[in-house]
């Protein structure tokens, strides 16, 4: 090797590790806590393409402080999301396990600062945060001592929240249980109380409006599809059959049909479907948005399989029907 040669591969050797300005700077604004101000540096460095081993570590450090920092004001600010969107691909590639660490417990203290604001939404995205933090404990093997207790206080939280609201009306207790439900689908809790509920609500229709007390409904009510119920007294389920009528309403906002049997489904507890076997009255051919109609229907099935929910689905509209289990 030339003496050229080896000066060039000397000096390669010398800048390995070196940081660039920028990122020096941002290292001296993260070690002052100055977090906005390092997120500006590391972002200018890496602009740049100047970054070192060390960046993806303090870059996430330095996002994750800010994010500590505008939740103590305002937990619901949407900017917090956006540096949770942006997190991922630098925390993946950090080597420090004291970093992962980090990670969990601040998205484990801002998802707790979300549930308490009351906002279903704010506790959607709670939970987004804590399936992230689960993420990064498995494949990183960090943070389970916080994860694991943050985990069961938001839970108890949520099913304190919404067993709070089941008693009175019981189609808005459906809703306030359905909303915890899609956040935590298998606590016992939340789905008994759903399956007590569902028992009174199989002759209700499932619609809540907007302006009872003020409150707003749940982000689950489908007011663009169907809704239906059992007429009075005609719901006769065995262990391997479901027979009645349902009432319908439609809200599609059409003049719409349902003309085929197999628009009706019944559903099982673990995603198996079957079609409706009864035809649809004449009554159902053709309905304006404010009038109902009623059809029959009938299911046939095994008794290994356990009803969960009859849906009507066509080109129009959706709805479903939840059934109480057993």
Not at 71 to 83: D, F, L, R, V
Not at 284 to 311: H, L, N, W
Request: hydrophobic fraction near 35%; charged fraction near 25%; include cysteine.
């Amino acid at each position: 090797m030339t003496k050229s040669l080896l000066l060039v591969a000397a000096l390669a050797l010398m800048t390995i590790g070196c940081k660039s300005k920028r990122e020096s700077l941002g290292d001296e604004h993260l070690e002052a806590k100055r977090y906005r101000n390092a997120i500006g540096m590391y972002t200018k460095a890496e602009a740049k393409g100047e970054v070192s081993e060390e960046f993806n570590d303090n870059y996430s450090i330095a996002l994750l402080g800010q994010m500590e920092i505008v939740a103590k004001k305002n937990a619901a600010q949407e900017i917090i999301h956006s540096y949770f969107e942006t997190l991922p691909a630098y925390l993946d590639k950090t080597t420090k396990p004291e970093t992962a660490e980090r990670y969990v417990e601040v998205l484990m203290g801002i998802g707790k600062a979300k549930i308490e604001l009351g906002e279903y939404q704010q506790t959607v995205q709670a939970f987004q945060y804590f399936k992230e933090a689960e993420r990064i404990v498995k494949s990183k093997s960090a943070g389970s001592a916080i994860y694991g207790p943050a985990f069961k206080a938001a839970e108890a939280k949520v099913v304190a929240n919404a067993l709070s609201n089941v008693g009175g009306d019981p189609v808005v207790s459906e809703y306030y249980l359905l909303e915890a439900n899609k956040l935590i689908p298998e606590n016992a809790q939340i789905n008994e109380a759903l399956n007590v509920v569902r028992k009174k609500n199989i002759h209700n229709f499932l619609l809540w409006s907007p302006d009872i007390n003020g409150i707003t409904p749940s982000t689950l009510i489908d007011k663009n599809g169907w809704s239906f119920a059992f007429r009075g007294g005609e719901y006769k389920k065995t262990p391997t059959s479901l027979n009645g009528f349902i009432e319908i309403w439609n809200f599609t906002n059409n003049n719409s049909k349902i003309v085929d049997a197999a628009e009706i489904k019944l559903y099982s507890v673990d995603g198996k479907s079957i079609d409706n076997t009864k035809k649809p009255a004449k009554a159902c051919a053709r309905m304006d948005s404010e009038k109902d109609c009623t059809t029959g229907v009938s299911f046939k099935y095994g008794s290994d399989f356990i009803p969960s929910y009859i849906q009507i689905k066509n080109g129009e509209g959706q709805g479903k029907k939840y059934l109480p289990i057993g």
